[in-house]
């Protein structure tokens, strides 16, 4: 594995899921084609006594009350109509729908709580011990090994981050932003060619044109990155910027035994958020790095409050970190292996490998929930 595209590696495609889910889908619209939960999710899930003392909390406490709030927020609009994600039929044998809000509600009043004096409970070990209990999580180390995935044979999950690049990009195609990033018009067209028929050129034909606008065009490298992450923001020479986010993939599923992102066939059509909605989203992710998760919502269910705890690759120093599921992607259906972290807002690929430094691959997981 070249240490060049490490960074490239380790982001994983949090956004490329059937329906490209996340916590912000509100809508009534059903969720279609949702992947099937199989894995026996007791298997790799067991009541523990948490162990913390020795740990640093690092976790923004109000940027984590946030993350509670928007789960919560959720489940009082879907609880009835998407099961299969707010409360998964192989977890809840393990920790019940109402334990789960139960533990949410208690993360946002304690911090609410502690606002007045500005310390906060949450960041103690010894309050997160003697108020939560935990469900060990131990990695399913056949399923990362039948999808070409080598982790720790120690019950360690891997972790990966996934995040908001900026890159530069012109509204022209140019020999230096030969590359388009797309809205589709006709969804006739948007099974019809693969990605690399796109880069060839097949969306600029004539007959085409009409059908799709290019967004932005930009370089090889910064495509594969929007395509990877989901959300991206363009920025041009006039100063001006443009976020998109996916919206249509063209049905071709994303190859997990793949490790080489340039050989993917999926290509996505995108969308652009317009001002002000460009501006609520990014207030909106700010307050969400180092506390939102993407991992396997079928088996696991959104809102769980996750705590890893691990070495830091730099100090190695012990650390908790605190955070909720609340997002999934195509490479985690079936994958109880591995969660996504969301990292923040990158404006350089050098800002996300400084990140990436202080960041484990492999950390113990567990599921907190309030005794």
Known sequence: MKKTTLFMLRVVMSFSTLSSFHVDNVSHKKIVSAPSATLPVQNFFSDAQPSFQHSSVITNPLDLQQAAKDALRYFSLHA???????????????????RTKQTLQFIVDTIEQDRKTGTFRIQNPAFLEENFGCMQWQADTQGAASHNVNIAQ??????????ILVVRG????????????????????RRQFTKHQVLAGVLEKPENKTKRTALAWVCRQDLEDALMQGTVIVKFADGTCKMLNVDKHNGVAYDRKQKNVLAQKRYWFFRQLHAQAHKQTIDRFKHRKNVVFAGDLYHIGLGKVIALTYQNPVTGRPELRLGILADTGGAFVNNLYQLDLFGGIFETRDELKRHLRFMPTSTSACVLYKK
């Open 80 to 98: 009835g109509d998407r099961k299969h994600i707010v409360d998964p039929a192989g977890f809840k044998n393990l920790m019940s729908f109402q």
């Open 170 to 189: 012109n509204r022209r195609k140019t020999a230096d932003f030969p590359c388009g990033l797309y809205q589709l018009h006709d969804d006739a067209l």
């Open 154 to 163: 120690n019950g360690n999950i891997r972790l990966t981050t996934y995040g």
